[in-house]
């Protein structure tokens, strides 16, 4: 008998160290404040791992796929439930060609993102569905994206790549939930990602791979975590509760990544200084994207409350409102209608709407559903607004809901 172990029980033991350390931030500060929480939270890090082996350990560079992020059951990082996303990693010294074929969308986006020497995520390129030139074939609107450092001669439509780490990450809007896409109710968008260069068919996986490999899956658990309870937390420099001043105004996060926090109510601070206070990688790894703009609050709130989410309607491609619980995952949208956007949303006359988020539908027009969250974050997401969804939220009794809101 030997007290050695091999390479590969190393590294799984590693990684496994690594994981437990993760665990220890949900119940951290900024982590779970309640028994419930804590259950989230540890379910959060098993989604994670379920994940990441797809999006980050089995990625491979020369030979990509365009894999799906977020399902029903697997949520991370500020998703919606309508909106279909899909990523695959690339590499800087290569030359790829994507060709989709347009489906039933209200929005479609393909956005480069690659990392600086310090980790710091930013947008290098990027297509919005109006910037794309498409082909008509029988009814179908059909096109090759070329993806390089220099764009190829006559391409009609090009991404550049550059910098550490880069990937494509492709977000495709609908009118109603991805699960009626799921269904077939709507087409999604088909996508085949090439490499143009020679590839050799993959070698035997090795114990080398697998060290590189899960040294990926649990980076990519941190950063995830990270970014969750750091959003988490900046959205909750505007928290709005029953019984406190609730003057708050949404915090935004914009296309640019820049956020602005509410003057306010932190008047011993400047937004400046706020801002240098949070490690900035938080929001730009938060992939902020091309014609996207968030507003938004966290809330407290008790079973017999609600917030109140109202504004006016802008002209816009798309906006919605969403509740999110403390990690920034969307709630369970297979069972409870957590978001509504603006197709789905009833007006008064004069465009003007008011939302309620809680734990059970009290008669309105208009309602998200908590799933009972004492706290969480309301946010609202615009896509190539002319001008910014300006909500006012705050928090009331059920009872006070005015009858003319009642269905």
């Not at 990684?15 to 982590?31: C, S, T, Y």
């Not at 990523?87 to 956005?111: H, P």
């Not at 403390?326 to 709630?331: I, K, P, S």
């Not at 609202?380 to 009872?399: F, G, Q, S, W, Y």
Request: net charge negative; glycine share 8%; aromatic share 8%.
């Amino acid at each position: 008998m030997t007290d050695s172990i091999s390479e590969s029980q190393a590294a799984w033991n590693r990684f496994a160290d690594r994981l437990k350390q993760v665990g220890e931030k949900i119940v951290r500060p900024l982590g779970a404040r309640s028994a419930r929480e804590r259950a989230d939270g540890f379910r959060y890090i098993a989604s994670l791992i379920a994940g990441g082996y797809e999006l980050e350990m089995m990625a491979d560079r020369r030979r990509p796929v365009m894999t799906r992020m977020f399902t029903p059951v697997r949520s991370f990082v500020g998703d919606g439930p309508d909106t279909l996303y899909h990523e695959a990693k690339l590499d800087e010294a290569l030359d790829y060609e994507l060709r989709v074929q347009r489906g039933d969308d209200i929005f479609f986006s393909a956005v480069i993102y690659s990392s600086d020497e310090d980790g710091m995520r930013s947008i290098v390129s990027f297509l919005v569905d109006t910037d794309i030139e498409f082909e008509d074939r029988d009814g179908v609107q059909s096109a090759t994206i070329h993806i390089s450092s220099e764009r190829p001669d006559g391409a009609k439509n090009w991404l550049e790549l550059r910098g550490n780490h880069p990937f494509i990450m492709t977000r495709q809007y609908f009118p109603e939930r991805v699960i009626e896409v799921d269904q077939g109710k709507y087409r999604s968008t088909m996508m085949d990602l090439r490499c143009l260069a020679a590839v050799s068919p993959s070698a035997a996986y090795t114990e080398a791979e697998l060290n590189h490999g899960l040294d990926r899956l649990i980076a990519f658990i941190e950063d995830t975590v990270d970014a969750g309870l750091g959003v988490s937390a900046i959205t909750g420099m505007s928290t709005i509760a029953c019984d406190e001043d609730d003057r708050s105004t949404p915090t935004r996060i914009g296309e640019d990544g820049k956020l602005v926090v509410d003057e306010e109510r932190h008047e011993a601070y400047t937004p400046d200084e706020l801002y240098d206070m949070i490690d900035p990688k938080v929001v730009a790894n938060n992939l902020p994207g091309p014609g996207i703009g968030y507003a938004g609050v966290s809330y407290k709130l008790a079973d017999d409350e609600a917030v109140v989410i109202s504004g006016k309607n802008v002209p816009c491609r798309y906006w919605s409102c969403q509740v999110f619980d403390h990690y920034l995952r969307a709630g369970d949208y297979r069972h409870y209608p957590v978001a509504i956007n603006n197709r789905q949303t009833v007006f008064d006359d004069d465009g003007s709407f008011r939302i309620y988020a809680s734990r059970e539908n009290p008669g309105v027009k208009n309602w998200i559903c908590t799933e009972g969250h004492r706290r969480g974050q309301v946010v609202l997401r615009t896509l190539l607004a002319e001008t910014d969804l300006d909500p006012e939220m705050t928090v009331i009794k059920l009872a006070d809901i005015p009858s003319a809101d009642r269905i």
